[in-house]
């Protein structure tokens, strides 16, 4: 699997009765699921992110409104917009990732293989390119 890319799950439903998108462990997110969060209410100008991960997976959804992504893994360097709550952005260990442009209802779920543990993150972006080896 790649470093980071979209997911796009399967909903089932119709235009009668609405829509429903299971996310299993294992199946529509490629780990063990240990830790659930979301982002809300983050004003337009706002930036959050800026650090990757060392051990850490995880699957990013956009439940309501837009979002943008720089993913950059050492390699590509891409931003990707999240709108539609049936895709997800896969983002394994390695990726420095940013969150910018949130719309003013966006909520952005993050379904993470691992509890929190700070001792995971890298924060600095010099930091992180010695990491990875590009320096």
């Known amino acids: 699997m790649e470093k ?11 235009e009668y009765v609405g829509s429903l ?5 294992n199946k529509a997110i490629p780990f063990d699921i240990k830790r659930v969060y979301y982002i809300y209410d983050v004003p337009h100008r706002v930036r959050r992110g800026f650090h990757a991960h060392k051990t ?3 699957v990013l959804v956009c439940l309501n409104g837009s ?26 260990p390695g990726v420095w990732h940013e969150m910018f442009d949130f719309d003013e209802k966006t909520v952005l779920i993050s379904i993470a ?21 590009i320096i």
Not at 21 to 25: G, P, R
Not at 114 to 131: A, Q, T
């Open 56 to 58: 850490l997976e995880q």
């Open 4 to 14: 980071y890319n979209l997911i796009k799950f399967e909903s089932i439903g119709s």
């Open 67 to 92: 979002v943008k992504i720089r993913c950059f893994d050492g390699v590509r360097d891409t931003t990707i917009v999240l709108n539609r709550n049936d895709v997800g952005l896969y983002i394994g």
């Open 113 to 133: 293989s691992e509890y929190y543990n700070e001792d995971d993150y890298i924060r600095d972006y010099e930091e992180f390119l010695k990491y990875i080896d």
């Open 21 to 25: 998108i299971a996310l299993e462990s």
